[in-house]
Protein backbone atom coordinates (compact mmCIF):
# COMPACT_ATOMS: atom_id res chain seq x y z
CA UNK A 1 0.00 0.00 0.00
CA UNK A 2 1.51 3.39 -1.03
CA UNK A 3 0.17 6.56 0.56
CA UNK A 4 0.59 9.51 -1.59
CA UNK A 5 -0.82 12.45 -2.71
CA UNK A 6 -3.83 12.42 -5.24
CA UNK A 7 -3.39 13.49 -8.69
CA UNK A 8 -5.90 15.15 -10.82
CA UNK A 9 -6.67 11.90 -12.39
CA UNK A 10 -7.68 10.69 -9.33
CA UNK A 11 -10.87 12.51 -8.98
CA UNK A 12 -13.40 9.93 -10.37
CA UNK A 13 -12.24 7.60 -8.05
CA UNK A 14 -12.11 9.85 -5.32
CA UNK A 15 -15.84 11.35 -5.72
CA UNK A 16 -16.56 7.67 -5.83
CA UNK A 17 -14.73 6.40 -2.78
CA UNK A 18 -16.45 9.61 -0.98
CA UNK A 19 -19.83 8.61 -2.06
CA UNK A 20 -19.75 4.67 -1.50
CA UNK A 21 -18.33 5.73 2.34
CA UNK A 22 -20.63 8.58 3.50
CA UNK A 23 -23.23 6.49 2.43
CA UNK A 24 -22.16 2.94 3.89
CA UNK A 25 -22.14 4.92 7.48
CA UNK A 26 -24.47 7.85 6.74
CA UNK A 27 -26.73 7.10 4.06
CA UNK A 28 -29.94 5.59 6.10
CA UNK A 29 -30.26 8.59 8.37
CA UNK A 30 -31.39 10.66 5.48
CA UNK A 31 -34.21 11.56 3.11
CA UNK A 32 -33.26 10.21 0.15
CA UNK A 33 -33.50 13.63 -1.65
CA UNK A 34 -31.18 15.09 1.56
CA UNK A 35 -28.54 12.55 0.72
CA UNK A 36 -28.50 13.30 -3.20
CA UNK A 37 -28.30 17.11 -2.73
CA UNK A 38 -25.55 16.33 -0.39
CA UNK A 39 -23.84 14.24 -2.15
CA UNK A 40 -24.41 16.13 -5.66
CA UNK A 41 -22.57 19.08 -3.73
CA UNK A 42 -19.65 17.36 -2.38
CA UNK A 43 -18.80 14.50 -3.81
CA UNK A 44 -18.67 14.88 -7.80
CA UNK A 45 -15.67 14.24 -9.82
CA UNK A 46 -15.84 17.96 -10.72
CA UNK A 47 -16.12 19.01 -7.10
CA UNK A 48 -13.34 16.86 -6.43
CA UNK A 49 -11.01 18.22 -9.20
CA UNK A 50 -11.57 21.86 -8.24
CA UNK A 51 -10.36 20.64 -4.26
CA UNK A 52 -7.23 19.06 -5.92
CA UNK A 53 -6.97 22.34 -8.21
CA UNK A 54 -7.33 24.14 -5.10
CA UNK A 55 -3.04 25.22 -3.63
CA UNK A 56 -5.03 25.94 0.04
CA UNK A 57 -6.33 21.95 0.08
CA UNK A 58 -3.79 18.99 -0.08
CA UNK A 59 -5.44 15.60 -0.44
CA UNK A 60 -3.73 12.63 0.47
CA UNK A 61 -4.47 8.84 -0.71
CA UNK A 62 -3.71 5.50 0.14
CA UNK A 63 -3.16 3.53 -3.00
CA UNK A 64 -2.92 -0.54 -3.84
CA UNK A 65 -2.45 -2.17 -6.91
CA UNK A 66 -4.22 1.56 -8.79
CA UNK A 67 -7.20 1.24 -6.21
CA UNK A 68 -7.93 4.18 -3.87
CA UNK A 69 -8.77 2.31 -0.43
CA UNK A 70 -8.50 5.70 1.66
CA UNK A 71 -8.21 9.41 1.57
CA UNK A 72 -8.42 12.50 4.12
CA UNK A 73 -7.91 16.33 2.59
CA UNK A 74 -6.67 19.09 4.86
CA UNK A 75 -7.45 22.55 4.29
CA UNK A 76 -4.59 24.62 4.90
CA UNK A 77 -6.60 27.36 6.96
CA UNK A 78 -9.45 25.71 9.34
CA UNK A 79 -13.11 26.79 8.06
CA UNK A 80 -14.51 26.07 10.95
CA UNK A 81 -16.33 28.63 13.40
CA UNK A 82 -12.88 29.88 15.82
CA UNK A 83 -13.72 28.27 19.32
CA UNK A 84 -10.56 28.13 20.47
CA UNK A 85 -7.42 30.80 20.58
CA UNK A 86 -5.09 29.02 17.59
CA UNK A 87 -3.94 31.35 15.55
CA UNK A 88 -3.08 28.89 12.44
CA UNK A 89 -5.33 25.73 12.44
CA UNK A 90 -5.51 23.56 9.96
CA UNK A 91 -8.67 21.61 9.45
CA UNK A 92 -8.87 17.83 8.51
CA UNK A 93 -12.06 16.62 6.41
CA UNK A 94 -13.37 13.93 5.01
CA UNK A 95 -10.64 11.15 6.35
CA UNK A 96 -12.56 8.28 4.60
CA UNK A 97 -12.04 5.10 3.57
CA UNK A 98 -13.68 2.23 1.53
CA UNK A 99 -16.19 0.37 3.38
CA UNK A 100 -14.86 -3.12 2.44
CA UNK A 101 -11.93 -2.21 3.64
CA UNK A 102 -11.90 -0.94 7.04
CA UNK A 103 -9.73 -2.03 9.82
CA UNK A 104 -6.70 -1.94 7.90
CA UNK A 105 -4.43 0.47 9.36
CA UNK A 106 -5.48 3.21 6.82
CA UNK A 107 -7.15 5.80 8.84
CA UNK A 108 -3.90 5.81 10.70
CA UNK A 109 -1.85 5.74 8.62
CA UNK A 110 -3.67 8.96 6.88
CA UNK A 111 -4.45 10.73 10.33
CA UNK A 112 -0.31 10.70 11.02
CA UNK A 113 -0.01 12.07 7.32
CA UNK A 114 -2.19 15.13 8.50
CA UNK A 115 -0.30 15.33 11.67
CA UNK A 116 2.97 15.60 10.04
CA UNK A 117 1.43 17.76 7.08
CA UNK A 118 0.22 20.17 9.52
CA UNK A 119 3.04 20.56 11.74
CA UNK A 120 5.37 20.93 8.50
CA UNK A 121 3.19 23.78 7.51
CA UNK A 122 3.94 25.88 11.04
CA UNK A 123 -0.30 24.98 12.09
CA UNK A 124 -0.47 25.16 15.87
CA UNK A 125 -3.50 23.43 15.90
CA UNK A 126 -5.48 20.75 13.50
CA UNK A 127 -9.13 20.80 14.13
CA UNK A 128 -11.93 18.94 12.41
CA UNK A 129 -15.65 18.24 12.76
CA UNK A 130 -17.34 14.96 13.45
CA UNK A 131 -20.86 13.93 13.86
CA UNK A 132 -22.03 14.03 17.58
CA UNK A 133 -23.35 10.75 17.34
CA UNK A 134 -20.53 9.19 15.67
CA UNK A 135 -18.66 7.83 19.05
CA UNK A 136 -16.48 5.40 17.06
CA UNK A 137 -14.68 8.41 15.07
CA UNK A 138 -14.94 10.11 18.24
CA UNK A 139 -12.35 7.52 19.87
CA UNK A 140 -10.43 7.45 17.03
CA UNK A 141 -9.58 11.02 17.18
CA UNK A 142 -9.14 10.71 20.92
CA UNK A 143 -6.55 8.23 20.76
CA UNK A 144 -4.09 11.29 18.96
CA UNK A 145 -5.50 14.06 21.42
CA UNK A 146 -8.11 15.04 19.78
CA UNK A 147 -10.63 16.82 22.17
CA UNK A 148 -13.83 18.11 22.07
CA UNK A 149 -13.91 22.16 22.04
CA UNK A 150 -17.30 23.43 20.70
CA UNK A 151 -20.30 22.93 18.03
CA UNK A 152 -21.00 23.72 14.55
CA UNK A 153 -23.96 22.41 12.05
CA UNK A 154 -23.40 20.42 9.20
CA UNK A 155 -26.05 20.33 6.52
CA UNK A 156 -26.95 17.08 5.02
CA UNK A 157 -29.68 18.70 1.97
CA UNK A 158 -31.90 20.77 4.60
CA UNK A 159 -30.89 18.11 7.33
CA UNK A 160 -29.43 20.17 10.02
CA UNK A 161 -26.87 17.90 12.07
CA UNK A 162 -24.77 18.33 15.22
CA UNK A 163 -21.48 18.11 14.53
CA UNK A 164 -18.69 18.30 17.27
CA UNK A 165 -15.56 20.22 16.72
CA UNK A 166 -12.46 18.89 17.40
CA UNK A 167 -8.95 20.00 18.11
CA UNK A 168 -4.95 19.05 19.06
CA UNK A 169 -2.95 21.96 19.99
CA UNK A 170 0.70 20.95 18.19
Known sequence: MTLRLARPDDA????????????????????????????????????????LADPGMT????????????????????SL???T????????????????????GNGARLMGWALDEARARGADAIELSVWSENPDAQRFYARYGM???GEAIFMVGEQADEDWIFSLRL
Not at 18 to 42: I, N, Q, T, W
Not at 59 to 78: M, N, R, T
Open 85 to 104: DAQRPLELKQLYTDPDRLGR
Open 59 to 78: VAVIEEEGDLLAFCKLLHHS
Open 147 to 149: EKV
Open 12 to 51: AALSDLGRRAFVAKFGHLYRPEDLAAFLDGSHTPEKIAGE
Open 81 to 83: PRV
